[in-house]
């Protein structure tokens, strides 16, 4: 331990920004509600792993280090000391055992903001450089790359150059394009670096939707990346770094709009919450993909014939996406509209649980083993709906979805939002 970042570390609870974080650490009750509604306690059936219990351990260093009675009588408080021991089991259940999904705030009795209070321990554990090594070369690769899988620009455009050429094969695409670094267009359109990785489909999906809504867009080859994994690791000033890039970039084009790809967690780091650590609000709209889509459908900028999709279908929401960021209505709108029929989970909307990707799990090798053990819950909702088709507007739930497809043996197929309305378009 190094006694000046620990102090530092406590200097977070010694002096909040306001009082929200001193009234969510004093209102717990200890009634156990949160744990029903978590996937780890569900999964592993263990009191370490109620979400209340990860409150408490950030509120007995508040009672520990800022109370009079914490300092006295620590023991007749249950305050805490910040030792070796105590930092080991926040590593453990702040980042390992929580996906930020705030499930259990819903089913808290008295609404303490759970997420909020986990992501406050993380921001004291990153302060002292605890931060599991995975997630954090994550965010290093983010700072020091432009996107988070440390793609090169050559790759990139070679990847986006391709998916152009195979758009264009189509019919009806003859004359679309994927345009890169072109200034003073409607808007800049952002992605989860896992699409020009892995899933590039979602690209050329994304593409041809533009092209039959006869967009003014964008791509940037130097700031494309929609993620912001230094909100989930707790690092703020990293947090803001990689937030700032993405706001220069919008200035840089000239662009009036930023859309934020299908990535859950990038949506509600650059949209929701960049305004809270960057202390400043764009001066650009910034909408989701999903919003875009529905505005197009409504104003029948795009047109879609929902029996091209001829199988069955079930949606899984992104926690960023619905449950926190209220796009409950406009979600099933978009997918209602490009599909014949969708068989909903159970629970689903802002009840459904979370894939287990979330919260920065997906990036943290460490505990893979027990993320694909809490996949076994969404593993569950998906066999019973019996459908042949996942479509999630989120490409780390597309990542988890999949892994937990090979790992469970479903023998479904994962696609996103864009490329189910793509393969609904008709030209016009």
């Known amino acids: 331990m ?54 408490d351990l ?25 030792d070796d021991e105590m930092i080991a089991e926040m590593v453990d259940s702040l980042y390992g055992a929580c996906t930020m999904c705030g499930r259990c705030v819903a089913h808290c009795s008295i609404g303490v903001d759970i997420p909020f209070v986990v992501r406050t ?6 302060t002292m450089g605890m931060v599991p090594q995975s997630l954090q070369a994550t965010v290093d690769a983010a700072v020091n790359t432009g996107n988070n899988m440390g793609i090169p620009e050559d790759e990139f455009v070679d990847t986006i150059q391709w998916m152009e050429e195979e758009m264009q094969d189509e019919e009806g695409f003859e004359t679309a394009e994927i345009p890169l670094n ?14 020009p990785k892995f899933f590039p489909l979602s690209i050329s999906a994304a593409a041809k939707i533009f092209h039959a809504a006869g967009e003014s867009w964008t791509l940037s080859t130097k700031m494309y990346d929609v993620t912001n994994y230094g909100y989930f690791s707790g690092n703020d000033a990293e947090a803001t770094l990689i937030a700032q890039h993405m706001y220069d970039e919008v200035k840089n084009l000239n662009c009036k709009k930023l ?70 209505n406009t979600l099933r709108f978009v997918v209602k509209s490009a599909v014949p029929e969708l068989i909903e989970m159970d629970p689903y909307g802002n009840e459904n649980f979370c894939c287990g990707g979330g919260g920065g799990m997906l990036a943290m090798s460490e505990f893979n083993e027990r993320r694909l053990k809490i996949g076994e819950i969404k593993a569950n909702q998906i066999r019973k709906t019996g459908a042949d088709v996942v479509i999630t507007p989120c490409h780390n739930c597309v990542d988890q979805l999949m892994q937990i ?3 469970y043996k479903l023998g479904v197929e994962i696609k996103s939002v864009a490329e189910v309305v793509a393969d609904a378009l008709v030209m016009q």
């Open 259 to 328: 859309i934020l790809g299908e990535c859950g967690h990038g949506s509600r780091a650059l949209r929701w919450e960049s305004p809270n650590y960057m202390k400043q609000h764009p001066d650009f709209q910034m909408i989701t993909l999903v919003e875009l889509i529905e505005q197009y459908i409504r104003s029948g900028r795009i047109k879609l014939d929902k029996s091209l999709n001829t199988k069955k279908y079930t949606l899984h929401d992104p926690c960023n996406i619905t449950r926190n960021g209220g796009l409950f």
């Open 121 to 126: 321990g993380r921001r004291m554990l990153a």
């Open 2 to 55: 190094n006694p000046e970042l620990t102090e530092k570390a406590l200097d977070i609870l010694r002096h909040p920004a306001d009082s929200k974080l001193i009234t969510h650490l004093n209102s717990c009750v200890h009634c156990g509600l949160c744990g029903t509604s978590c996937l780890f306690y569900k999964s592993f059936d263990d009191p370490k792993y109620i979400p209340g219990k990860k409150v």
């Open 58 to 82: 950030v509120a007995s260093l508040y009672r520990r280090y800022c109370t009079t009675m914490g300092k006295v009588a620590p023991k007749l408080t249950h305050a805490r000391d910040l």
């Open 405 to 407: 497809d090979h790992h």
């Open 182 to 195: 072109q200034p003073d267009k409607e808007m800049l359109y952002t992605l989860n670096p896992r699409e």
